[in-house]
């Protein structure tokens, strides 16, 4: 059972992996992500169903438009096994729970608003707002299924308390944390709480933690000055995505020391 279960949220994953790299072009150009059907930038010509099957397009059209001959980013096939790794791995984590389609839905969200944030500096609200209703809707219902009200509010609890700190630190200190960056944390605060309150802090805590790593290294290698902004949300989506799969066995390995 849990070999299948893994295998089909990783088949899953590509397909939605593939309408995620639609979402990462639209949704920052206030664009509908629904019509009209995938087409190619620069030519606009439609795709053809055969060229929008996950990696193998890509790799069979060399990473060219089958019509006007322009090249596609290699983002497109990372966005579709990024996807399918994280929802093979999700599943290997929760495949025995009803917790799990909260947290696939989590994933998926994640990477598109960290492509986005990556390159348009932009954590839009039309993906967070419907993000921070579809999980505490999925954890209401895993935690009816499974008979456990108290992970529920500890959840709620936990995004509330997640909000209210990074609120504080973005009046404090506006430059450091971005509005959006506040409003996706009461959806971490929530996933992660679910879990533990170990999980939540640990979850935050690494989302900082990778943050400045990543951003003294950018420093230090003259890729960014220290006035230079970096995105935030990559970090706290890898934060948060590493306490969820791993952070048992982190939190009892430190904890343990």
Same mark, same amino acid.
């Given at each position: ?5 893994i +295998?089909?949220?990783?088949?899953? #994953? ?6 995620l ?9 206030k664009?509908s ?9 620069e030519?606009? &010509?439609p795709?053809?169903p055969?060229?929008?099957?996950p990696?193998?397009?890509?790799v069979?059209? /060399?990473?060219?438009?089958? +019509?006007? #001959? ?7 096939? @990372?966005?579709?096994? #990024?996807?399918a790794?994280l929802f093979?791995?999700?599943? *290997?984590?929760?495949w ?8 696939l839905?989590?994933?998926a ?6 492509v986005?944030? @990556? &390159?348009h500096?932009?954590?839009?609200n039309r993906?967070?707002?419907?993000l921070?209703?579809a999980?505490?809707? $999925?954890?209401a219902?895993a ?5 456990d ?6 959840a709620l609890l936990?995004? *509330? ?16 944390? #971005?509005?959006?960056?506040?409003? $996706?944390?009461?959806?971490?605060g929530?996933a992660l ?6 999980? @939540?802090?640990l ?17 230090a290698?003259?890729?960014? +000055?220290?006035?230079e902004?970096?995105?935030f ?15 048992e066995?982190i939190l +009892?390995w430190?904890?343990? /020391?």
């Amino acid at each position: 059972m849990p070999g299948l279960v893994i +295998t089909v949220c990783t088949i899953l #994953g590509l397909a939605v992996g593939s309408f995620l790299n639609v979402v990462v072009w639209r949704v920052p150009r206030k664009e509908s992500v629904v019509r009209p059907r995938s087409r190619c930038p620069e030519c606009e &010509e439609p795709i053809r169903p055969a060229d929008n099957v996950p990696v193998v397009s890509w790799v069979l059209l /060399r990473g060219r438009c089958r +019509t006007c #001959g322009a090249r596609i980013p290699v983002r497109y096939p @990372l966005v579709e096994v #990024g996807c399918a790794v994280l929802f093979g791995a999700l599943a *290997a984590r929760f495949w025995d729970s009803w917790a799990l389609p909260a947290y696939l839905v989590l994933a998926a969200a994640l990477l598109a608003l960290s492509v986005i944030d @990556l &390159e348009h500096y932009l954590l839009p609200n039309r993906i967070v707002y419907p993000l921070s209703l579809a999980v505490p809707v $999925l954890l209401a219902g895993a935690a009816v299924a499974e008979g456990d009200g108290g992970a529920l509010l500890r959840a709620l609890l936990g995004g *509330a308390v997640a909000f209210v700190a990074f609120l504080a630190i973005h009046l404090v200190s506006p430059r450091g944390m #971005g509005l959006g960056d506040v409003k $996706l944390s009461f959806v971490l605060g929530v996933a992660l709480a679910w879990l533990g309150w170990r999980e @939540l802090v640990l979850g935050l805590l690494l989302g900082f933690f990778y943050g400045a790593l990543v951003g003294v290294a950018l420093i230090a290698l003259r890729l960014r +000055t220290r006035k230079e902004p970096v995105p935030f949300g990559p970090f706290l989506a890898a934060g948060a995505v590493t306490a969820v799969l791993w952070g048992e066995p982190i939190l +009892t390995w430190y904890l343990d /020391r």
